[in-house]
């Protein structure tokens, strides 16, 4: 069993950067891709950034494109996620997630292990 960590969550101020981590643990220790969703509420999730195992393939989804900056380090079983310009439609839950079942990766339903969710707010 697969176990996911986020941390880095908080109150912040529109227009501040905020970095988010996830630590990953357990078996199996398939090579995987990973990424990050996000649930606003009263809305489903979304995919907000998805890296492959060894970082070279990134995708964004377009609400966060040259805001937020995906990356990992193997080597640490890490995944960080770098936001700059926060609004307030970016407050959410955000997830780290792992094992992609199926395509496209945006979709939650593909994603077979979840962190259990940390909490970004933006005030305007």
């Known amino acids: 069993q697969v176990q996911l960590v986020e941390s880095g969550g908080g109150l912040v101020q529109a227009g501040d950067s905020l970095s988010l981590s996830c630590t990953r643990s357990?078996?199996?220790?398939?090579?995987?891709?990973m990424a990050w969703f996000r649930q606003a509420p009263g809305k489903e999730r979304e995919g907000v950034a998805y890296?492959?195992?060894?970082?070279?393939?990134?995708r964004y989804a377009d609400a966060v494109k040259g805001r937020f900056t995906i990356s990992r380090n193997n080597a640490k079983n890490t995944m960080q996620l770098q936001m700059n310009s926060l609004n307030s439609e970016d407050t959410a839950i955000y997830y780290c997630?792992?094992?992609?079942?199926?395509?496209?990766?945006?979709?939650?339903?593909?994603?077979?292990?979840w962190g259990q969710g940390t909490q970004v707010t933006v005030s305007s």
């Open positions: 357990g078996s199996p220790t398939r090579h995987t891709a």
């Open positions: 997630v792992s094992y992609q079942d199926n395509e496209p990766w945006s979709v939650a339903s593909n994603w077979r292990y």
């Open positions: 890296i492959s195992f060894m970082g070279g393939d990134t």
